[in-house]
């Protein structure tokens, strides 16, 4: 269900590297491209499965004819679902579903290539350093992270934000690893467990960050193609998910 030359990685790092490209693509889907991936999911058409692709890339379409398939397929007939709830609980559920999938193909490969114990322990454990795609479609990731600095994030991303501009009417971007306080070493760890609501990670320090003024969820800038120079000028920032509910009648 690739399309072009198959992609076999064969080592742990290839492994993980093809599962965070077909995860990337996937919470795209369920994030950003939710309005496009809803529709798509027609209850009148066959069974679909949602595909992530290494290229981080994602497509619904027919499971594979061949049988057994290539790799481990998704869930089947996500679509008979969707009208049957309510789309966030719909999105939750194939979220769940990825996870598994994205595991099942991840250890599929490490069988094929004969990893052994320290190879699929080590590998498992670098799979379980990310948050799922449940925790972020859910923004379970965040919520964890901010019950442990709800206060002292705010005051911190506050006061950068106001030394920065002087103005509360605009949207609130920074870097999630800010300047070192005095004596504020967890306060900075706390930063650094900021996660990208359309990625899901929490890499790239010297990045820049922008907030949603109505969901609170931060986003990488090049996530959501918003530059620092651009953000200068928007008074109230809406991320593309925000944007297509308020778009949908």
């Not at 679909?48 to 290494?54: D, E, I, K, M």
């Not at 990893?115 to 670098?126: H, V």
């Not at 109230?236 to 998910?241: G, I, L």
Request: charged share 30%; with cysteine.
């Amino acid at each position: 269900m690739d399309g072009g030359v198959p992609y076999n990685p064969r080592t742990v790092e290839e492994v993980f590297r093809d599962l965070k490209g077909r995860r990337a693509g996937m919470i795209k889907a369920l994030t950003m491209d939710a309005e496009e991936f809803y529709q798509q999911c027609d209850p009148e058409k066959e069974n679909l499965c949602l595909y992530g692709f290494p290229s981080e890339q994602w497509e619904v379409n027919l499971p594979a004819e061949e049988v057994p398939p290539e790799l481990p397929e998704p869930a089947l007939g996500i679509n008979f679902a969707r009208d049957g709830m309510q789309e966030k609980d719909w999105l939750s559920l194939v979220a769940v579903h990825s996870d598994a999938w994205l595991l099942s193909v991840a250890f599929y490969f490490g069988a094929r290539f004969g990893f052994d114990k320290a190879d699929r322990k080590r590998l498992f454990n670098m799979i379980n350093d990310l948050p799922t795609i449940f925790e972020v479609v859910t923004g379970a990731a965040k919520k964890q992270t901010r019950e442990k600095s709800s206060v002292s994030n705010h005051s911190s991303y506050k006061s950068k934000s106001n030394s920065k501009r002087g103005s509360e009417s605009q949207p609130k971007y920074s870097k999630p690893v800010l300047p070192k306080d005095e004596d504020d070493d967890d306060e900075e760890d706390e930063h650094g467990d900021a996660l990208c609501g359309a990625c899901g990670e929490n890499n790239g320090a010297d990045e820049f960050w922008i907030c949603c003024d109505l969901c609170e969820k931060w986003f990488h800038g090049k996530c959501v193609k918003i530059t620092p120079a651009r953000a200068e000028h928007i008074k109230q920032y809406k991320c593309p998910s925000c944007s297509n509910k308020r778009a949908r009648p």
